[in-house]
């Protein structure tokens, strides 16, 4: 099982005992997954391919409403042969009642419906409503990337507006959210680590936020120690570029006018570099007769250095 389907089986196992709760998650389920037919009466379908959203939708709509959804299965012939599930609530009343309160539809000044495509404001009035539509809305057309992968949650829908509302209530909460144009279709998207383990934890995935936290703790290891590493073999080849340069220096003093004609100090760690072509500079300084600092080493290799280009020169 996915990291995205853990959560969603998470999701749809809380209990609100709530009716308005209930109301604001399932609200979200129908305008996003939702189809309203017209003709001889009012009829609600809602279409999910998720057996669990699907009887989540059904026990909803029978704790607030009382009301029973008619489910029929179908299988695809394309995408893998994946199933169907089509909840119906013929009955024009009850498919009148729930779609009017929870704010899918609206009756206009001239006495008729009309379809919303924005966020009810009475399903959002409180922060634990606010936590059920947006559970609701996850559940509907969410997803989120493994933390092993990438930090990436996303809300995929077909209306901009219904999308930048949706953005707007993130936002709420600070987690900056954003919208962007893909395939036809407007994506709420969270890219941060910390924003999605706290959109989750909004939301009530809290099994799920221990591992996401698990997960993002040891990558956020692997990478400090792989930068760890970086940095050592980085400043390794440093130290044998260096080595490598140093060494070519003394061989050249050594063939144009010998060692024994440096200065006692060039000339102890000239011997010294030939001897340990691998030291650092640190490690020269402690082997001098007179240890110095590292710096004082350097000093040292740079009037080498200077020797030997005056003597190519030459």
Known sequence: MSFSSSVKQELISIKENNKELEKAELSALLHLNGFIRLGGGIKLEI??????????????IKEVYGTKAELTISRKKRLYLNHSYTLKVDETKD?????????CISINERGTFEFTNSIPDEMTKTK??????????????????????????????????????????????????????????????????????????????QTAILEFENIRILKEMRNNVNRIVNCETANLDKTISAARRQTESIRIIEQHMGLEKLPISLRELAYL??????????????????????????????????????LTKD
Not at 52 to 58: G, L
Not at 134 to 148: I, K, M, T, Y
Not at 278 to 291: D, G, H, I, Q, R
């Open 47 to 60: 279409s999910t391919e998720n057996p669990a959203i699907a009887r989540r939708i059904i026990s909803l």
């Open 128 to 205: 634990k409503k606010k936590a059920a539509f947006l559970r609701g809305a996850f559940l509907a057309v969410g997803s989120v990337a493994s933390p092993e992968k990438a930090y990436h949650l996303e809300l995929v829908l077909k209306d901009e507006q219904f999308a930048n509302d949706l953005k707007n209530l993130v936002n709420i909460f600070n987690m900056n959210a954003k919208v962007v144009l893909r395939k036809g279709s407007f994506v709420v998207y969270l890219k941060e680590g910390e924003n999605i383990k706290d959109f989750l934890t909004l939301i009530g995935a």
């Open 273 to 310: 570099r030939l001897e340990n072509e691998e030291a650092s500079l640190s490690e020269l300084a402690e082997m001098l007769e007179k240890p110095t600092s590292r710096s004082g080493v350097n000093h040292r290799f740079r009037k080498l250095d200077s020797i030997a280009r005056r």
């Open 95 to 103: 498919a009148e009642t729930i779609l009017l309160d929870t704010g």
